[in-house]
């Protein structure tokens, strides 16, 4: 029976940079019975004979470092190795995401938070649960959500920490909802021209989908980035404001307030 360890990123695995590349061709022309592979955090089997494994890592960091997190204990029979999972993770992180489509109210969203949480403290077999929560959808709870967006996640983490029992804490409410007013009902703009939401969505969905439209963006932020202290240019996941990743979310998230700020009537004076 041979088994051989291996740190390695393989050919490449979303989210981190090349390490020690090889492909499964290679390692199985080793011979190995097993391969246990380190780097790569996300548990994955590679390759099921001979098994080619990732465990991941024992304990999820952050919220891209969701579900059950612990090793692998492998067992050898007969020359032939078998895997049981065991997780060892203390805190559980979780995405939820919630639909406003079709809800009139917040009482809406909170009961079908209630439910998301109540089922996510179920399955994390007695461990705390960290959980970033993503409003989606579009429909007129938007205009309440993005009016006040501080009151409206205490409400959502208030109901979460009763559903679960104190055992789910909601890390970060994400908003990027919708109104229901972009989508067929008359605007004071000129009817021939495109509305500035219109204008937005277009130009982000570009930026979004273009390596090249990212770069300028990143370009353009630049000026900004220069004149804020060092410390502040992270976000949450400690992602530097450069990385593709971290401008992608800070743009989904910054569309529903701009959303927000267009759709409000202007007050008279």
């Known amino acids: ?52 494994v990732f465990a991941g890592n024992l304990q999820g960091r952050h919220v891209h470092e969701c579900g059950a997190k612990g090793a692998y204990v ?5 020359g032939r190795p078998s895997l049981t999972f065991h997780p060892l993770d203390v ?42 929560v993503e409003l989606i959808g579009s429909g007129p709870l938007h205009q309440q959500l993005a009016g006040d967006p501080q009151r409206s996640a205490d ?23 919708r109104s229901s007013l972009r989508s067929g009902t008359p605007r004071k703009f000129d009817a021939d021209a495109e ?21 300028e963006f990143r370009s353009l932020f630049d000026d900004l980035r220069s004149k804020v202290p060092n410390e502040l240019q992270t976000d949450d996941r400690q992602l530097p404001w450069s990385s593709d990743a971290a401008l992608r979310e800070l743009l989904q998230e910054t569309v529903p307030l701009l959303h927000q700020r267009l759709s409000t009537p202007e007050s008279s004076s």
């Open 1 to 52: 029976m041979c088994i051989r360890d291996r740190h390695t990123g393989l050919d490449g695995r979303e989210g981190h940079a090349s390490y020690a590349p090889c492909s499964v061709e290679d390692l199985l022309r080793c011979g190995y019975d097993y391969w246990a592979l380190g780097h790569i955090h996300r548990r994955e089997v590679v390759h099921l004979d001979p098994p080619i």
């Open 74 to 78: 492998v067992t050898v029979t007969e």
């Open 91 to 132: 805190v559980r992180w979780e995405r939820l995401e919630l639909s406003i489509d079709g809800l009139e109210s917040i009482d809406n969203l909170l009961l079908e938070l209630r439910r998301q949480v109540e089922a996510t403290a179920g399955n994390a077999e007695g461990r705390i649960v960290a959980a970033r």
């Open 155 to 177: 409400e959502l983490r208030a109901a979460a920490l009763d559903a679960g029992l104190g055992a789910v804490w909601l890390e970060k409410v994400v908003l990027r909802t």
């Open 195 to 215: 509305s500035p939401i219109e204008e937005i969505d277009r130009v982000v969905a570009e930026i979004l989908e273009s390596p090249v439209r990212l770069a």
